[in-house]
């Protein structure tokens, strides 16, 4: 109502104020001093009438908590991200791609006049709204005609910004056709995409996002427990929930052996950690291995994905073409790493031969449900204890 009645006091020059996308208000008019106005220095009067260059806009959303375990991880990207023109955080489900490409782009920032700008593709059913969600995230329009990648890339030309891509798996084609055709423009463009499987496009470079550090199974040096990742946002997200609270020595053992059983996986971590206020850190630990019944209380705003571990898995699940389901399931059974000599003998069938299980497996390492390991003896694979879980689940 304030900047209403602002803008119709300045009449013809309303235009002066101007809105910033997720930050407020801006004076976009010249500043200067009258001639012997204030009692300044010279120096101090030319320093103060020179105009300052607005920061540069974004809308990318204020942080609401911190970023545990990931310094390191943070650095690698915003490196990355300084030297090539397309990162991509690939990872599992839950890992926290989004939050780390948030805060590398927050970091980023200053070094993009036209700003940083996120095409959240999560809600889109429709792979053919990809051009437009991306051109309606940078505030920029086309005139009449389809939205293509092309002509969405032919708009950012000039512009000097980041372009952040989240969540492309499900429109993966679109996406990666979005991403091509920026880098193909010359601009200055930059884009870092969030995936559970790369994009597979010219000029991309693909960071692993990994699972936060567990602590030693034998580990009783409280010191090194606290510098592990998974075991700090544990304690952090516990006390968020209940600041009451006691910790006892022995509790150590047990948060490790949580943090161990969910892989380190941020997600799991957090849910387990607002179960453990009302079960008690030892009635969680003794109830993990149902954990897909446990583990459901998530964020109420967050995405329905994201809000039970089950429901992140099934995400993922769904996106596999029939042979892929059928390969991971039966890969279940391997309670450790295996090679592709045993996959094969274990998955392959009538209907899918031994080279069909060897492109399977390896299109499970590219979307994240398989990890790969090259050893002294080759490469060996293995899932995730959570994924094997799931996996057993839909084999029975």
């Not at 010359?186 to 010219?202: F, H, N, Y």
């Not at 309670?335 to 392959?348: K, Q, R, T």
Request: with cysteine.
């Amino acid at each position: 109502m304030q900047m209403s009645a602002l803008r119709a006091a300045l009449g013809p020059e309303r235009a002066l104020i101007r809105t910033v996308s997720g930050r407020g208000y801006q004076f976009a008019g010249e500043i200067r001093l009258l001639p012997g106005a204030g009692d300044q220095p010279d120096d101090a009067r030319r320093t103060a009438a020179e105009p300052r260059p607005p920061p540069p806009a974004t809308n990318l959303p204020a942080t609401v908590s911190e970023l545990i375990g990931r310094d390191d991880a943070l650095r690698e990207v915003v490196g990355l991200a300084a030297l090539h023109r397309l990162v991509t955080l690939a990872g599992p489900g839950g890992i926290g791609k989004t939050r780390l490409a948030f805060a590398a782009a927050r970091e980023l920032l200053p070094q993009f006049p036209d700003g940083a700008w996120v095409a959240d593709l999560a809600p889109l059913a429709d792979p053919g709204l990809v051009a437009t969600t991306v051109l309606a995230a940078a505030g920029l329009e086309l005139g009449a005609g389809a939205t293509s990648p092309e002509r969405a890339a032919m708009a950012l030309t000039g512009k000097h910004l980041l372009l952040m891509l989240d969540s492309c798996e499900h429109v993966i084609a679109a996406a990666a056709a979005m991403a091509e055709s920026v880098l193909r423009t010359g601009s200055q463009v930059r884009i870092i995409a969030t995936s559970r499987e790369p994009l597979r496009v010219e000029g991309e470079w693909v960071y692993g996002v990994p699972t936060l550090s567990v602590p030693a199974k034998d580990a009783d040096d409280a010191d090194d427990f606290l510098r592990h990742g998974a075991a700090r946002l544990f304690l952090d997200r516990m006390r968020a929930a209940a600041p009451r609270v006691v910790l006892e020595q022995h509790d150590a053992a047990a948060i490790t052996a949580i943090c161990r059983r969910l892989d380190g996986i941020p997600l799991a971590i957090e849910l387990a950690a607002a179960r453990a206020a009302t079960l008690g850190i030892e009635g969680l630990a003794d109830r993990l291995g149902d954990r897909f019944h446990l583990l459901t209380g998530g964020r109420r705003t967050a995405l329905p994905r994201h809000r039970t571990l089950r429901a992140t898995l099934n995400w993922s699940f769904d996106l596999l073409p029939e042979p892929e389901r059928m390969i991971l399931r039966r890969l279940a059974v391997f309670a450790g790493s295996f090679g592709l000599e045993g996959a094969g003998v274990i998955a392959a069938s009538a209907g899918l031969g031994a080279s069909d299980v060897v492109d399977g497996v390896a299109n499970l390492v590219a979307k994240s449900l398989v990890s790969a390991s090259m050893e002294s003896t080759g490469a060996r694979y293995r899932l995730l204890d959570t994924t094997r879980a799931y996996a057993i689940e839909k084999l029975d």
